[in-house]
């Protein structure tokens, strides 16, 4: 992240203009971010800890043989079926993969081509295959009226993809459902990115995009100091690890694990 974000910043002194208007708040938004988070994750564990100690041995026997629920979310359908290991499962692929799209741009964005392929891809509403076609036959037989069992695929762009998880990934950290989503730290984190993102792709998607558009190169510079913070949030690895230079597969998961 630190060398794209030289290069952007040594483009916009070759082209004339400043990156601060954009990034001069996000790193301070940012540290804020981040110090809530650790309030979070202080009080979830805290939480945890006093229900193990006010149940005692003599029910601590149920806990071990359903553990999930001690990290419930607590979401709109609170319970064991959305716990971070859960949502981790589910949306962790999806958020990875689009990570590695995203960043895929980097070299597109500081030669500052907003018709680029690449960029384009990301923000094409036909892009992806978000869910593949299923066959809707029973034991071979097609049932439908009009005989049309082969099923259609559903294709979005990359860029409202990564919306959706990142939202549903960062909504899952949380104590419980009585905090509101837009008080996580997290789902914070995630919508100062797609603000900065929201802004970008109207840049971009236009019928002639600018060969060279300096509010599209300086929201995508923004974007990837929030992404890098909500990574840390999500207990993701940050955008320079090289983590991100794979593919990553989209379907739920079996595993909480980065693997």
């Given at each position: 992240m630190l060398k794209l974000t030289l290069f952007l910043s040594a483009l916009a002194v070759s082209k004339g203009f400043s990156l601060t208007p954009y990034v001069s708040t996000v790193k301070a938004n940012s540290q804020s971010m981040l110090l809530n988070a650790k309030s979070e994750t202080?009080?979830?564990?805290?939480?945890?800890?006093?229900?193990?100690?006010?149940?005692?041995?003599?029910?601590?026997?149920?806990?071990?043989?359903?553990?999930e629920p001690a990290l419930a979310s607590g979401g709109a359908t609170a319970g064991k079926y959305t716990t971070i290991p859960i949502a981790k499962r589910r949306y962790y692929g999806r958020v990875q993969q689009a990570v590695h799209e995203y960043l895929l741009m980097g070299p597109a964005v500081v030669a500052g081509d907003m018709s680029e392929a690449g960029i384009q891809t990301f923000f094409d509403i036909n892009g992806v295959v978000v869910v593949a076609a299923k066959r809707k036959d029973i034991n071979g037989s097609c049932t439908k009226k009009d005989r049309d069992c082969k099923g259609r695929e559903i294709r979005d762009s990359r860029w409202n993809d990564m919306k959706a998880s990142m939202y549903l990934l960062g909504n899952a950290f949380r104590i419980n459902q009585q905090k509101a989503p837009d008080n996580l730290p997290t789902v914070r984190a995630a919508k100062a990115f797609f603000k900065e993102m929201d802004a970008m792709e109207k840049c971009v998607v236009t019928k002639k995009p600018k060969k060279f558009d300096k509010e599209a190169i300086g929201h995508y510079a923004a974007g990837l100091e929030i992404l890098d913070t909500y990574l840390d949030l999500v207990e993701l690895p940050p955008i320079d690890s090289g983590h991100y230079d794979q593919e990553f597969n989209t379907?739920?998961?079996?595993?909480?694990?980065i693997t």
């Open positions: 202080i009080a979830r564990r805290d939480f945890v800890a006093s229900s193990a100690a006010l149940v005692g041995f003599t029910t601590a026997a149920a806990l071990i043989a359903e553990p379907l739920v998961g079996e595993s909480a694990r």
